[in-house]
């Protein structure tokens, strides 16, 4: 199992740039989420998937943020423009119901927006 | 949403037991109680949950009140390794987890 893969670790880009961001959920995990981490705001939930489908994207700050899970075994969450406050460690997370809902989360993306 | 109360820092001595609480006041009946850690530079990770009745696994315990408005998280001998900010969180069943401040544990050799 290696666990809920993230890429990039680090992204370094420029305010106004397009950043993409992706993530693949354990096999088998029918729930994603993308939370985001800052130390004002700690961990805020963006939007979760359920089989593949968007639940819950009351958290997504603007419209400059969108996701997609376009299969079970991959998502992304893409920022256009990035903006300097859009600086943060960006996590998802994935989940099933056999393992008694318990969350598994990736290493996270830290991204700095310049 | 149903709110959750906790330190913002304790301290414990290495190799020492570690009792984390938790209030919960306003749980409702089909609350469960989860936590959570955060070590440096990861991600948060599950350690344990549970409903109405004690919980015991491999990483902690999880003491739960008879009238279930708090809850301890024990540690039964911290490790330097234990250093982490630790999140009590209400989930009603699979619904999202919503993440509080947590309590950030330092662990002193």
């Known amino acids: 199992d290696a666990g809920v893969i993230q890429s990039p670790r680090h992204e370094v880009t420029e305010m106004g740039q397009e950043v993409t961001l992706r993530c693949k959920p354990i096999?088998?995990?029918?729930?994603l989420f993308w939370y985001r981490q800052t130390m004002m705001r700690g961990l805020e939930l963006l939007i979760y998937f359920n089989n593949n489908v968007p639940i819950d994207d009351s958290g997504m700050p603007e419209d400059r943020f969108s996701a997609k899970m376009p299969n079970a075994s991959f998502s992304t969450l893409k920022i256009q423009p990035s903006e300097p406050r859009d600086s943060a460690v960006y996590f998802c997370?994935?989940?099933?119901?056999?393992?008694?809902?318990?969350?598994?989360f990736g290493s996270g993306t830290r991204l700095t927006v310049v | 949403d149903a709110k959750t109360t906790q330190p913002n820092s304790m301290e414990s001595n290495e190799e020492e037991p570690v009792h984390l609480p938790c209030n919960h006041s306003?749980?409702?009946?089909?609350?469960?109680i989860h936590w959570y850690r955060q070590l440096p530079s990861q991600g948060p990770e599950y350690v344990i949950h549970?409903?109405?009745s004690n919980v015991n696994n491999r990483m902690a315990s999880l003491a739960i009140a008879e009238d279930r408005k708090s809850s301890t998280l024990i540690l039964h001998r911290a490790t330097l390794r234990d250093a982490a900010v630790y999140y009590c969180?209400?989930?009603?069943?699979?619904?999202?987890?919503?993440f509080g401040k947590g309590t950030r544990l330092h662990i002193l050799p």
């Open positions: 549970g409903l109405t």
């Open positions: 997370a994935s989940s099933s119901r056999d393992r008694g809902y318990g969350y598994t």
């Open positions: 096999s088998g995990h029918n729930s």
């Open positions: 969180i209400l989930r009603w069943r699979d619904d999202k987890i919503i």
């Open positions: 306003t749980i409702s009946g089909t609350d469960y």
